[in-house]
């Protein structure tokens, strides 16, 4: 395996995509880069600054067909071939005012935060919220 160094970035998520091939990172801004593993080169790059969103890191996950999802500054987002979208957010205090971790099930189907909140991919249904 090939190993490259971002000397003046900080990674704050990283994510490896089911086949090893691709590698997700977020970086402090945030910016999410995809790169190819085996010779480094980005192939995708998704800046979410711009967005207004706090300079802080991004949970990654990789999703069906090649898709990152992401948890940043109360948001989880899914981004495909040079698309954002929003999924869903949090409103008020909640308790995940930090990046957390996401999850996704094994069939592909569904999609949690570290704080049990969710969705079910398939027809973007929430789930309802752990007590």
């Known amino acids: ?4 160094s971002e000397t003046s ?19 402090r801004g945030p ?4 790169r190819e ?5 980005i192939v995708q ?16 996950v990789f999703g069906p067909q090649g898709s990152v999802f992401a948890h940043i500054d109360r948001q989880v987002l899914r981004f495909t071939a040079g698309l954002r979208e929003r999924l869903f957010g949090y409103t008020g ?8 971790r996401l999850q996704l099930s094994a069939d592909g189907q569904v999609l949690l935060t570290g ?3 969710g969705l ?3 027809t973007h249904a929430r789930l309802p919220k752990p007590r």
Not at 9 to 27: H, K, N, P, T
Not at 31 to 34: A, F, L, M, Q, S
Not at 93 to 100: C, E, F, K, Y
């Open 93 to 100: 205090r909640a308790r995940t005012d930090a990046v957390d």
């Open 45 to 60: 790059i998704w800046n979410e600054s711009a967005s207004r969103r706090q300079p802080c890191h991004a949970a990654l």
């Open 120 to 122: 079910e991919l398939r």
């Open 9 to 27: 970035e900080e990674i704050g998520g990283l994510a490896w995509s089911a086949d090893g091939r691709w590698l997700a990172q977020a970086c």
């Open 1 to 4: 395996m090939r190993v490259w």
């Open 31 to 34: 910016v999410i880069r995809v």
């Open 37 to 41: 593993v085996d010779n480094g080169s």
């Open 115 to 117: 704080d049990g909140q």
